[in-house]
């Protein structure tokens, strides 16, 4: 190779996957009722994924390690997200459910290797005390907060507060578990 073929590889530019190209993160989703039939709700921390301070809130969700089964995936991300283990299972979506992140967002989220989510969403049933809930320290303090405020909301309301690109997800959730908000 030439001095001048050798300028010209260091040089050429990088070809980045196209966005459409690119695969699903698998990931799962939870929908904790508590016993008066309300969902748990966090308002997240700054993060790639999380560009709009508007919508903030969503629901636990979490990427599922290689190997680990969504119900399994499921109850870790819960406990590192929210502390939370008292729980009964009470439902899960059949199918998994998908969206993708705006372009620009996809390149900074998960080193761009993904262009979206696809998620296996499960309903719950939180049956321990609200003392059991630390988003400050969750996991016992082994983990990373993601949410910097948690409440109590009527299932109806969930897909009007998260950022709009997960909104499709939201309704189809709040449709199939609208049925476990009655206390």
Not at 115 to 121: H, I, L, S
Not at 143 to 171: C, G, M, N, Q, T
Request: net charge neutral; glycine share 8%.
């Amino acid at each position: 190779m030439s001095k001048h073929e050798k300028h010209e590889a260091k040089h050429e530019p990088r070809h980045e996957p196209r966005h459409d190209a690119l695969a699903y993160r698998p990931c799962v989703g939870l929908c904790v009722f508590n016993p008066a039939g309300r969902v748990f709700l966090g308002q997240r921390l700054k993060g790639p994924e999380h560009v709009d301070a508007t919508y903030s809130w969503q629901l636990p969700q979490g990427g599922i390690d290689p190997g680990e089964e969504p119900f399994e995936a499921a109850l870790r991300e819960l406990y590192e997200e929210t502390s939370i283990r008292s729980v009964t299972r009470l439902a899960e979506v059949e199918d998994w459910l998908t969206y993708d992140l705006p372009g620009r967002v996809a390149k900074d989220a998960w080193k761009g290797r993904f262009r979206g989510q696809t998620q296996k969403w499960f309903a719950l049933r939180f049956t321990g005390s609200e003392a059991e809930i630390d988003i400050a320290q969750p996991g016992g303090g082994g983990h990373k907060p993601e949410f910097s405020a948690w409440r109590w909301e009527d299932i109806d309301r969930v897909a009007d507060l998260v950022i709009p690109f997960k909104r499709d997800v939201y309704v189809r959730v709040v449709k199939e578990f609208r049925r476990f908000a009655a206390a």
